[in-house]
């Protein structure tokens, strides 16, 4: 099975034969590219210097590579991409905060030209737009819900934000725009962050979602939670044929890859929140985890490769999927919510988007 493949050293990237050569080093920078001479290429990745400095080599199968994350200052040669395009493996790049920059998507192996147009075509049509947000939107309210159902049934003081809740999912049939729906889907999410506290088992500093910049332990793990979501979310809509740039719920205007977003908002109760709440209350992650930096909070490369190796196990874990009754595992589920979309989208099939039953 592929996996992942996380980088958090600052390392120069290359092919060699069917693999991923990585080399890592820790202080020094490494030699860019084109300060590489043809005939040392296959032999020499860095100077002598840098090698007694405890370099590490790391050769990986490319077959076996899902998506490339990278977190650490990063050179790559163009037979490194060459690789990448061969075997269709996208690369994610995030910088010190853990803040998304950009990715690298190969040629898709997909002929997606018909689904593009169909992504379009819903996008300018009012009322088909709006049908695919509120879907999104009631989804992500119902899956926030269970997890708030799960600690409420285990003793947790959560009723009166259990009703809010579902007073705001009832409304949803109602609205008339996209730009209310989001409205909506504001004050929901202010419930149920708002109560977050009731869930951890200690004392924790949140009170509200503070985004740009998260400015205590929790917000910063939701951020980065969200990024890793955002980020999985593109390798599905990559390898089934959609289109990130035309999404639905957050549109164009307001982000580059907005279909990402809207695919996040489904999962993020169940995946990336899940993760939050097991770190904080296992203590897995604590608060010396993270250093301030100004109003910034960030997390250390312990902490995020904790998380990442949480989140990686949600993704991994199978669950018996309400709609197809038959196991399947995270990860299986939102390239299948991709899929689910298509078929509404170039077929006008009806279009339910993924709840979790408690």
Known sequence: MRQNLYLFSNSVLRRKNNTLYLEAYEESAPKH???????????????????????????????????????????????????????????????????????????SEINSGNIILAQAEKYYDKDKRLYIAKKFVNSAAENALSNLKYYYYRGGNLKEEIEIINGLITSIDNVMSVGSLMGIEGNIKNVYYGCWKKIFKQEVDFDKRVRNPPDNMINSLISFGNMMMYSACLNEIYRTGLNASIGYLHSPGDNRLPLSYDIAEIFKPVITDKVIFRVVNLELIRENDFERKGKYMNMNEKAKRKFIDEFEERMKTTFRHPELKRNVSYRTAVRLECYNLINYLKENKPYTAFKYDV
């Open 33 to 107: 590219e084109a300060d590489i001479d043809d005939d040392e290429i296959d032999a020499v990745l860095l100077g002598e210097k840098e090698r007694e400095k405890g370099i590490k080599k790391k050769y990986v199968p490319a077959e076996n590579v899902e998506a490339v994350y990278t977190f650490g200052e990063i050179r790559f040669t163009t037979q490194f991409l060459g690789a990448l395009s061969t075997y269709f493996i996208p690369l994610h790049t995030f910088n010190y905060y853990g803040n998304y920059l950009g990715s690298f998507f190969p040629k």
